[in-house]
């Protein structure tokens, strides 16, 4: 069935540090691919999503490109932060039998320290 | 906006007792609800589909008689975990979309973290 690789953790960077959170996935159809971030004691928010290959989502300095072609949707930030420390889930839509469910990776947890 | 209530966020409570969590879209109407379970540093596993006034769909595995979902209204949806045991306990996400669609985003409850002794 469709799934999400995500790299494992954790990963730990000093502020001011590039990011990358590699995502790699499977898919019979065409899904659209999410990331989700899940902060501390917190449910899942999310940061941003690609519905087509070559779309780049972006929000709060993190950005990934749907790359049909290498099957991957990399999560990136420039210059991270202690306030992005959280865990980070990639995901895709799968067709339920009803509704548009989400298939998730099993989640990355980044540690910023200053 | 988009902002999704569950309650309780944690229960612990006695083996056999059954549990009800709810979830509610609070400036939205949810067409569809889903609900996932997510053990320790794993991740999230839907358990069952929820659409408003109709009955659930469950995934493989999930028994229907132990997770009893309801979606009476389109801002509601409720799990009771009926019978809980403590292989039950664990954390229980909701979310839920305004339109169907498969690049509609989904918007999580804060979770409900339940522990059975």
């Known amino acids: 069935g469709d799934s999400v690789t995500q790299m494992e953790g954790p990963v730990t960077l000093s502020e001011e540090a590039f990011l990358t959170i590699n995502c790699t996935y499977t898919?019979?159809?065409?899904?659209?691919l999410f990331w989700y971030v899940q902060y501390p004691g917190e449910g899942l928010q999310l940061l941003l999503k690609a519905t087509k290959a070559d779309d780049k989502g972006s929000n709060k300095g993190f950005e990934a490109t749907y790359r049909k072609e290498t099957t991957s949707f990399h999560l990136e930030k420039g210059s991270v932060q202690v306030s992005d420390s959280a865990v980070y889930f990639c995901a895709l839509t799968r067709n339920s039998n009803s509704g548009y469910a989400l298939n998730f990776g099993k989640g990355t947890s980044l540690l910023v320290t200053p | 906006g988009a902002v999704v209530s569950q309650h309780p966020s944690w229960v612990i409570c006695k083996s056999g007792t059954s549990v009800k969590i709810e979830c509610r879209s609070l400036d939205f109407q949810a067409t569809t609800m889903f609900w996932y379970r997510q053990f320790p540093k794993q991740s999230l596993m839907l358990m069952a589909t929820s659409n408003e006034g109709s009955k659930a769909t469950y995934e493989q595995g999930v028994e229907k008689d132990k997770f009893l979902i309801n979606h009476a209204s389109l801002t509601l949806s409720t799990l009771t975990v009926t019978s809980a045991h403590p292989e039950d306990s664990s954390f229980y996400i909701c979310?839920?979309?305004?339109?169907?669609?498969?690049?509609?985003?989904?918007?999580f409850g804060d979770g409900t973290r339940l522990s059975i002794l």
């Open positions: 979310s839920a979309t305004t339109q169907t669609g498969n690049n509609q985003p989904q918007h």
């Open positions: 898919a019979t159809g065409y899904p659209s």
